[in-house]
């Protein structure tokens, strides 16, 4: 399999660009806050600019939060791949959809016992989608989907059925997240998976660590500018693999990572063996504990060891976003040729090259993806 990828774009707590969020991940930025209402850490987006097309739309139309970091987002994508003019599908991913949106809705209904005009499409999932269509102009296919914390990932593999389906010449995939409303954040600490307020100067989100720091949400949105045209050296898709598993727990998750095995030995069979993990773990114990089990497997009998790290430590758990998030990372890496560890590990495993990435995503249900990206398509 080969799919290019055009272009991406990316906002997150660890900056408002690809650019920026690669300075923070460079430097080891602590980029988490206190939420005051609840006094748990979290990471939210930076400012946003107050400036230019995606803020004028904004002004005009008053998208809801997880739809106006779409906006952002994918605007760097299209922007990268030159698609300004161009017809393209999207498909976005978004585990939980405006969730501002419905919480607000229903906050008024509460206090009235009545619902503002717009309340309905506004608090659809399919709002997301519609938003990034009318923004830019196109007539394509414009959807939404949910499929937990792998949703932006699944929003890519659709998206690359669309393609090799021939149901589409150029694809703009991704997901968003905005889930810092304090009714999101008590559902979390409801199941026990939620970290504490770290000591001064720790990062409050710690994937692999040991002990485990516990998840810690964050908001954000990343896209990409995926055709099937090939033009040489440019960095593309070279596997995708996907599977469900039905474990009797909270996540669906297998603790020895059962689909996580699956869907890695699927996409490095199709597009080669990677010379590193960006892991799904999102900080909880049984979370990275199955996907530690998994790359563990994966790598019995090589004669290499597994180099593996994580971005959540900058950007927080940003459910349906936290795959295409990954994504966006892994291929900075590859593009400034420069592998970036976890910066609390003394001593990190380092790749022997650059050249392919592999990235995972998992969420509630036992959903499992996992996609290999090249820095360059031959």
């Known amino acids: ?23 923070a991940y460079a430097s ?14 979290l ?9 230019g097309p995606v803020a004028d739309y904004a002004s005009r139309r008053a998208p809801g939060r997880a739809a106006l970091l779409a906006l952002h987002a994918a605007d760097q994508a ?7 003019n161009e017809e393209f599908a999207i498909l976005v991913g978004c585990s939980r959809g405006p969730t501002d949106r419905w919480e607000e809705g229903f906050q008024h209904f509460a206090q009235t016992g009545t619902a503002e005009t717009k309340t309905s499409p506004n608090t659809t999932l399919g709002s997301l989608g519609f938003a990034l269509a009318e923004y830019f102009g196109t007539s394509s296919l414009a959807t939404s989907l949910s499929v937990t914390c792998s949703s932006g ?15 589409a010449e150029r694809v703009l995939v991704g997901g968003a997240e905005a889930p810092l409303t304090e009714f999101t954040l008590r559902q979390l600490t409801a199941l026990r998976i939620y970290a504490q307020v770290p000591e001064a100067g720790a990062y409050a989100c710690q994937p692999l660590s040991d002990p485990p720091s516990g998840m810690v949400v964050g908001e954000g949105a990343a896209f990409l500018a995926l055709s099937r045209e090939a033009p040489a050296g440019r960095p593309g898709l070279t596997g995708l693999a996907f599977a469900q598993e039905h474990e009797p727990s909270p996540t ?8 996580l095995q699956q869907t890695m030995k699927k996409a490095i069979a199709s597009g080669g063996r ?55 990372a892994a291929l900075d890496m590859l593009q400034h040729g420069q592998y970036l560890p976890l910066p609390y590990h003394k001593l ?9 990435a592999l990235i995972n995503a998992t969420g509630f249900g036992g959903n499992v993806v996992s996609l290999l990206v090249a820095g360059k398509v031959d």
Request: aromatic content about 8%.
């Open 78 to 84: 299209v922007q990268q791949a030159g698609w300004q």
């Open 274 to 328: 990677p010379d590193f993990i960006v892991a799904h773990a999102p900080g909880t114990r049984r979370g990275d504990a199955a996907e530690q089990a998994a790359i563990r497997s994966l790598y019995a009998g090589e004669p290499e060891d597994e180099v593996v790290t994580s971005l959540k430590w900058a950007t927080g758990h940003t459910f349906g976003a936290s795959g295409p998030l990954a994504v966006t």
């Open 28 to 41: 080891g930025k602590s980029c988490w806050s206190i939420d005051p209402p609840t006094g748990l850490p």
């Open 43 to 51: 990471y939210r987006v930076p400012a946003l600019p107050e400036a």
């Open 1 to 23: 399999m080969k799919i290019t990828i055009n272009g991406y774009g990316a906002i997150s707590a660890a900056g408002g660009t690809p650019a920026a969020a690669w300075s």
């Open 153 to 167: 990932m699944h929003a890519i593999l659709h998206g690359v059925a669309l393609l090799q389906a021939g149901m």
């Open 252 to 259: 669906g998750i297998s603790r020895d990572g059962a689909g």
């Open 348 to 356: 990190p495993a380092t790749p022997w090259a650059m050249g392919k």
